[in-house]
């Protein structure tokens, strides 16, 4: 079982990317699935989610309106588009999966978790 999350760069303030989570050994499907991130010095905090069934999605409010998470159950991937960057976006960024789980929860209910990627925003 393995969640492989990539698209992560170095990017100016005001670009966009768009992170990619591909699994193997797991139907994500099932899963609800989130994208956390962690800086430096800083807890791992919740940046957006969506319900396993893709009913309903969630967001910290630091990114409502600039990032938009979605899933591709054909391509057994999800992903997390990222507009208006901004340098306090920086961190590296993880995939998760929670088995039929919300679209938020905590990160120590995730029961599968992607390797990370970087995401570097210049100023």
């Known amino acids: 079982v393995q969640l492989q999350a990539s698209g992560g760069g170095l990017v100016q303030a005001g670009d966009s990317l768009r992170l990619s989570c591909a699994g193997s050994?797991?139907?994500?499907?099932?899963?609800?699935m989130g994208w956390f991130r962690q800086s430096p010095g800083k807890e791992r905090e919740f940046v957006a989610g969506?319900?396993?069934?893709?009913?309903?999605?969630d967001y910290t409010d630091s990114v409502e309106g600039r990032f938009t998470i979605a899933r591709d159950n054909a391509k057994n991937t999800v992903y997390l588009q990222m507009n208006s960057l901004k340098p306090e976006d920086t961190a590296v960024y993880y995939c998760?999966?929670?088995?039929?789980?919300?679209?938020?929860?905590?990160?120590?209910?995730?029961?599968?978790w992607g390797q990370g990627t970087q995401v570097t925003v210049s100023s």
């Open positions: 050994g797991l139907t994500l499907s099932s899963y609800a």
């Open positions: 969506i319900r396993w069934d893709g009913h309903m999605t």
């Open positions: 998760a999966a929670n088995l039929y789980g919300r679209a938020r929860a905590s990160h120590d209910e995730y029961d599968y």
